[in-house]
């Protein structure tokens, strides 16, 4: 994937379940699971051509992800009031 569709994680507030995170230095992407409050680190799971292996996962703490990790930029809508 091209690093044109990631940005860097710079608030904990932009990782949510299911966003793509993809490694700084590697082409592999993976897909964020939940935060594990008893481990202290969010599950990441492989993501290959859009499929989630749910079988194998890593566990990786917040600073560890803002460091060595970018996540997929998502536009959002904005609601006019």
Do not use: C, W
């Amino acid at each position: 994937m091209k690093n044109n569709n990631f940005e860097t994680i710079s608030d904990a507030y932009q990782l949510v379940s299911g966003a793509k995170i993809k490694g700084k230095k590697h082409d592999e992407v993976f897909e964020l699971g939940a935060y594990d409050a008893l481990k202290r680190g969010y599950i990441l799971y492989p993501l290959e051509h859009g499929v989630k292996f749910d079988d194998f996962s890593v566990m990786i703490s917040e600073k560890e992800l803002k460091n060595n990790f970018l996540i997929e930029a998502v536009k959002q809508n904005a609601i006019a009031a």
